[in-house]
């Protein structure tokens, strides 16, 4: 049973404009997502990050969004640059019982293609 | 360029064989996760070690065991390889465990291919 979805395998939108990539979660215990960007032949690399406590965080181009009610995240990138072309993961963690952040549960990607 | 590294980059080996993949951490990491990513497949995480002690295990299988050392290096053991385990597998590292930010560096990743 998958936690955190991306329901998108791929995306493709023009450079400058922007690009949406999105992500739902079931586990109501989350309470931190991150964003790792991950290019051909390279490991993942974190992008930004957001706690439940937040609606909102901002980061240059990339900016998340999180709507706890509807267990669901977005990340927008404006504008869109064919350097951003890479596989999206999103991740989500849950406090452990004993208080410290638990590991990070990672969705199968979206494949973002910036033409330009 | 994270200053994880791992070793080997590509492995190739038979049904029924054992292998071992070898992380390092970037300086001062203490945490090392392992993930395993099948085709199609999102990270699916194994188990972390913390400053040389299991702290958490997620799906891995019985055939598969890892161990950190007092270098803080990390080595993942694959053994009675099916054909199914072939698949990249990436090793993260963090400065501690249960840290707010939970920010893990990933390694290139070792792509096993098991024929």
């Known amino acids: 049973d998958q936690q955190v979805k991306q329901n998108s395998p791929s995306l493709s939108v023009q450079e400058g404009r922007i690009s949406i990539l999105n992500c739902d979660y079931t586990n109501s215990m989350f309470d931190y997502f991150l964003w790792y960007k991950k290019y051909p032949a390279e490991g993942p690399t974190f992008l930004i990050s957001?706690?439940?406590?937040?609606d909102k965080n901002e980061d240059g181009r990339f900016t998340v969004f999180l709507n706890k009610s509807a267990k669901h995240l977005s990340l927008h990138i404006v504008p869109s640059q064919p350097g951003d072309s890479a596989v999206y993961f999103c991740a989500a963690s849950a406090r452990n019982y004993g208080g410290s952040q638990g590991n990070l549960i990672f969705g199968k990607g979206t494949k973002l293609s910036v033409k330009p | 360029d994270s200053g994880v590294t791992q070793t080997p980059k590509h492995l190739i080996t038979a049904t029924g064989q054992r292998v071992t993949l070898r992380c390092s951490p970037r300086?001062?990491?203490?945490?090392v996760y392992w993930y395993q990513q099948s085709l199609d497949q999102g990270l699916q995480f194994l188990i972390q070690?913390?400053?040389?002690?299991?702290?958490a295990k997620g799906n891995i299988l019985e055939r598969f065991s890892a161990q950190q050392f007092p270098d803080l290096h990390s080595e993942l053991n694959l053994s009675s390889l099916e054909l199914g385990d072939s698949a990249l597998y990436f090793c993260?590292?963090?400065?501690?465990?249960?840290?707010?930010?939970?920010?893990?560096?990933f390694g290139p990743g070792t792509r096993l291919t098991v024929l």
């Open positions: 070690y913390y400053n040389g002690e299991e702290r």
């Open positions: 993260a590292s963090s400065v501690a465990t249960g840290t707010r930010h939970n920010e893990q560096f």
């Open positions: 300086s001062g990491d203490l945490s």
């Open positions: 957001i706690s439940s406590i937040k």
